[in-house]
């Protein structure tokens, strides 16, 4: 069965730190791939994805992610995160043409400011 | 605004009570969800419709009904609800065309959290 394992449920950070979330998947086929961010108070919205292509993927507010592939890996990164950067990060995967999308378990990020 | 609506936002039950939650999309998706969100815990499908049929129904129980009167409209019907019940109901759409390589992006409503008393 699919799964996906976020190993950072807590994680604090001074402004203008460096963030890096882990996602790790458990799928044997070709996957799309996703992180989604829920702000306090707000719904989930999709931060970046990714289907094909280059493994490096930009999504919004400064936010990327590198999909690899022999890691099962996709693994979120910011350069110097905000206080506004505070929230909540989910990791998703879908295998191609199916309903399913599979979502870990979270992350919270508190930056302090 | 998310193009998905949720009603109401906060709903407190009691066991013997029956009440619903709404959800509208105004994306033009053919496939709804519902998932459920605890803390501590994955986001849990529930229940997909593609085209107001349904496509999964993830071993939830028959205290949960879900009804999907056209592409735009997902209803969930609660009765008889347990405490541990109690967690933000999220619903979700997207478009569906399965089956094909591309990938399709889920978009999400703000969820309506129930507490079962």
């Known amino acids: 069965a699919q799964s996906v394992s976020q190993h950072n449920h807590h994680v604090i950070l001074s402004e203008a730190a460096s963030l890096e979330l882990g996602c790790n998947y458990s799928y044997g086929g070709t996957v799309n791939l996703f992180w989604y961010v829920q702000y306090p108070g707000q719904h989930l919205q999709l931060l970046l994805k990714?289907?094909?292509?280059?493994?490096l993927v930009k999504g919004i507010k400064g936010f990327e992610a590198e999909f690899i592939k022999s890691k099962f890996s996709f693994n979120l990164r910011k350069p110097s995160v905000q206080w506004s950067d505070t929230a909540e990060y989910f990791c998703?995967?879908?295998?191609?043409?199916?309903?399913?999308?599979?979502f870990g378990t979270g992350t919270r990020l508190k930056v302090l400011a | 605004e998310t193009g998905v609506t949720q009603t109401p936002r906060h709903l407190v039950m009691g066991m013997t009570n029956k009440k619903s939650l709404k959800c509208e999309q105004h994306?033009?998706?053919?496939?709804m969800y519902w998932y459920k969100q605890s803390a501590k815990k994955p986001l849990e499908l529930m229940f997909v419709?593609?085209?107001?049929?349904?496509?999964e129904n993830n071993s939830v129980p028959s205290r949960f009904s879900p009804e999907c009167p056209n592409s735009s409209h997902l209803f969930l019907h609660l009765h008889t609800l347990q405490p541990e019940d109690s967690a933000l109901y999220l619903c979700a759409s997207s478009q569906s065309d399965w089956g094909g390589p591309v990938g399709n992006t889920i978009y999400f409503g703000e969820g309506s959290w129930l507490t079962v008393v």
């Open positions: 998703a995967v879908n295998a191609p043409g199916t309903y399913k999308y599979i």
């Open positions: 419709y593609n085209f107001k049929e349904q496509t």
């Open positions: 990714y289907f094909s292509g280059d493994p």
């Open positions: 994306l033009g998706h053919n496939a």
